[in-house]
């Protein structure tokens, strides 16, 4: 069952248009935070720093992430899409499973990144990997019948696409 303002289920492509948004989008909340580990560490590139660093990223864009969907289900590139998360029978996303959600988001490239560690791929061999990675992932939108991906489906959450807005009507302006 779709929310009031919902009218379809989203298309695929469309949510894979939406994520590589997202993906843009991602650099923007994690410049300042960034800016600020960078100034501090020194831009050092000791073992612990990078970890460091990769924890830092998990943790703002779950902070995003989380708030975003659990506020009104929406990052901006889901606005501009036209695309809401819901939890189907509540009014809202709630916390536990916003960040259920987002940890299962990481298995769109975590299996990709493991195949990389234990294999010593790098540079374009890892960035094929973690591509193909994503293909599959989104494949098992493929499998469900409401073509949602599989984090959705082990969450318990869906995207639903939203109507377009209407369109204003220009009054014509005449010559005074």
Known sequence: MLP???TTLPTVKRRLVSM?????LAFAVLFLPFLIFEMLTGASHAPLVEHLRQVLAFVVLGIYFVHQWTR??????????R????????ERVAPRV???RYLLCWLWV???????????????????????????????????KDRQFLHDRLAGTRLVQLPAPP???KTPVHPG
């Not at 009104?72 to 899409?81: D, E, F, N, S």
Request: charged share 10%; hydrophobic share 55%; glycine share 8%.
């Open 72 to 81: 009104k289900g929406q990052t901006l590139a889901m606005r501009t899409w």
């Open 98 to 100: 916003a960040m259920l």
């Open 110 to 144: 975590l299996p990709a990144v493991i195949v990389c560690g234990v294999f010593g791929l790098q540079h374009w061999q890892a960035l094929g990997t973690v591509l193909a990675g994503i293909l599959l992932w989104s494949l098992t939108a493929l499998l469900d």
């Open 20 to 24: 590589v948004y997202e993906f843009l």
């Open 83 to 90: 695309l809401r998360l819901i939890h189907p029978g509540h």
């Open 167 to 169: 369109k204003k009507h």
């Open 4 to 6: 009031n303002n919902a």
